[in-house]
């Protein structure tokens, strides 16, 4: 009988594992919006984000913008749905910040929905309006 029920627990365990989505924004992402513009952005283990979308790339820990000299992070909340993810960018000289907030929905491991309203209110839905979707391909 306790072979049986150990081979339950194990069953289930496995079973259990297998279906799990790894939740790491860590990679480079690519995203193509509604006007077929591609963009990448990369979280680095860190916690830095970079964006490169129309030939320029901007963020990490430590990039050039209107001559002011800034650093872009990033932190992540797995622990509510949809994830929250907030992007971060700090002037180095003056320490001011601005965030802008996300949601984010996994679909398997490489695939993950991004949504903003490109202001200070994080959105509480998805839609076609404020979403794009990226593949991890690093």
Known sequence: MRKILFLISLISLFSFNSSQIEKSIVGKWKGEDEKNKIGYIIFDSESYVTVETDGQTFGGKEFEMNVEKGSMSYSVNFEVE?????????????????????????????????????NSVRPTEFSSENSITFHRIK
């Open 82 to 118: 949809p994830i929250e993810i907030d992007l971060i960018m700090t002037k180095l000289a003056t320490n001011e910040q601005r965030v802008m907030l996300l949601i984010a929905e996994f679909k398997g491991n490489d695939t993950m929905i991004v949504a903003s309203n490109f």
